[in-house]
Nanobody
Framework: QVRLVESGGGLVQAGGSLRLSCAASGFLGGINAVGWYRQAPGKQRELVATIIGGGNTDYADSVKGRFTISRDTANSMVYLQMSSLKPEDTGVYYC??????????WGQGTQVTVSS
C-alpha cells in the first residue's frame, strides 16, 4: 500500500505563492508517476501537473509558467510550487501516484483559497 499526505494549503491573495507538499510512504517501488489534481467547487477534478520517471513534467495549460512540480526521491516527497496565483486556482488539491500515470493512490487533499 501507498499512503500520500498533502500539506501546505491555505488562504493567499491573488498574485501570491504557495508550496504544496506530498509525503509518500509505504511500498513505493512500483511508483513512477506522481501528479497534482485540483477540484474547484462544482467542477470536475482536473490534472494540473505530472512528474514521471527521472523528471519529465507536464502541466495543464492553465498553470503553465506559474506552477512547478518537483520531487525529492530520497525523501519520498513531491512538491507543487504555485506562483502568480489567481482566484480560479481555488480548490482542493490532491496528490496522486501510480505506476505509469498519476492514479491509483490518492491523498486526502489540501484546500487552496485565492482571494481577489
Amino acid at each position: 500500500q501507498v499512503r500520500l499526505v498533502e500539506s501546505g494549503g491555505g488562504l493567499v491573495q491573488a498574485g501570491g505563492s504557495l508550496r504544496l507538499s506530498c509525503a509518500a510512504s509505504g511500498f513505493l517501488g512500483g511508483i513512477n508517476a506522481v501528479g497534482w489534481y485540483r477540484q474547484a467547487p462544482g467542477k470536475q477534478r482536473e490534472l494540473v501537473a505530472t512528474i514521471i520517471g527521472g523528471g519529465n513534467t507536464d502541466y495543464a495549460d492553465s498553470v503553465k509558467g506559474r506552477f512547478t512540480i518537483s520531487r525529492d526521491t530520497a525523501n519520498s516527497m513531491v512538491y507543487l510550487q504555485m506562483s502568480s496565483l489567481k482566484p480560479e486556482d481555488t480548490g482542493v488539491y490532491y496528490c496522486a501516484a501510480g505506476k505509469s500515470a498519476p492514479a491509483g493512490y490518492w491523498g486526502q487533499g489540501t484546500q487552496v483559497t485565492v482571494s481577489s
